[in-house]
């Protein structure tokens, strides 16, 4: 959907109304309790998560979309009773348990050497050289410990799906494979628009919330709608590409890699300096790229779960809504 003159124009209005808003200061006994999400910023990890929780939620509710009825069946067999019966509420979990599990905290990203391109051997490994500890090794490792159910298995398969489903959409966030030395990003300090943050937010989060607001009148679901909508209409023929895997059993997922640090390369990072200003250009360029990349995430999750729990023979149909 080409956004218009009119979709810039509210927002320059939302703009305005947000400045007045932030020109409201704050009654005094007020400042203090506003003080304490302060402190917890400071306090909280430099690196960012993964997509933000909307971008996590959006890849599963597509890919919910695309399960065969075997494989919801297993999921929702598998889903923790908190889930609700539904696996995007749980596909931000990964982020929300990895400073308690401290091994998993560089299975959400990869690095590259400062290239354009990566190589599992090079680029999947911890800061201690551990290969396979990144978000590639990691998709791999969890879909085969998912092979396993209906088995006899030590592995606690809930938590193998929760892992596998977010670390999926992971992969598809370009900058989770950017340059090691700026950490997919993370040091480059950027303006959104006015609000001070940097690069590796503007892809986890600003551009989503960017949409959300001003395309898609603040709602997330709206905009899951639209992509489903664009799945079945302008996307549909990229479909079959997208499902492309010649690896079956060992997923895609080093292809989808490769893709990110393309993307990275040519949109991501391209143009952009430290303490620049993006706005509607950077904006306007690089939200195709995030959609896309979202659309792309659900339907591989799709097709990896589908794989797994309904066996090889789907790869013989087609990816179908249900
Ligand atoms: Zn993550």
């Given at each position: 959907m080409p956004p218009g003159k009119r979709q810039r124009q509210r927002r320059r209005g939302r703009q305005e109304e947000s400045r007045e808003q932030r020109e409201m200061a704050p009654p005094p006994h007020q400042r203090a309790l506003l003080l304490f999400p302060l402190v917890f910023l400071l306090l909280a990890p430099p690196r960012a998560d993964a997509w933000g929780k909307e971008g996590h939620i959006m890849v599963c509710k597509i890919a919910e979309k695309y399960l065969s009825e075997k494989a919801a069946a297993a999921v929702q067999a598998l889903l923790?009773?908190?889930a609700g019966g539904e696996l995007s509420t749980v596909c931000p979990w990964a982020d929300q348990v990895r400073w308690h599990y401290?091994?998993?905290?560089?299975?959400h990203y990869a690095n590259t050497p400062q290239v354009c391109n990566f190589k599992y051997s090079r680029d999947c490994h911890n800061s201690r050289g551990e290969?396979?500890?990144?978000v590639v090794g990691a998709i791999n490792n969890y879909t085969e410990q998912l092979y396993s159910y209906g088995q006899k298995t030590s592995y606690n398969l809930t938590e193998s799906l929760m892992f596998l489903a977010h670390f999926v959409g992971d992969v598809h966030q370009?900058?989770?494979?950017?340059y090691e030395d700026d950490e997919g990003g993370n040091t480059i300090v950027v303006h959104w628009y006015r609000r001070k943050t940097n690069l590796h937010h503007v892809w986890d989060v600003s551009i989503i919330d960017t949409e959300i607001k001003d395309?898609?009148?603040?709602s997330m679901d709206t905009m899951v709608e639209a992509l489903k909508t664009n799945l079945t209409g302008g996307w549909s023929d990229d479909i079959t590409q997208w499902e492309n895997c010649e690896n079956k059993r060992a997923t895609c997922a080093n292809d989808y890699a490769i893709e990110s640090i393309h993307y990275s390369c040519n949109?991501?990072?391209?143009?952009v300096e430290q303490d620049i200003t993006l706005g509607d250009d950077y904006f306007f360029t690089r939200y195709p790229v995030v959609e896309k990349r979202l659309a792309q995430a659900g339907i591989r999750l799709a097709l990896i779960l589908n794989r797994i729990f309904?066996?090889?023979?789907?790869?013989d149909i087609p990816l179908q809504v249900q």
């Open positions: 923790p009773e908190s401290h091994w998993s905290s560089p299975l290969q396979g500890m990144c370009p900058l989770h494979v950017g395309f898609y009148n603040k949109y991501a990072y391209k143009d309904d066996g090889d023979k789907v790869d």
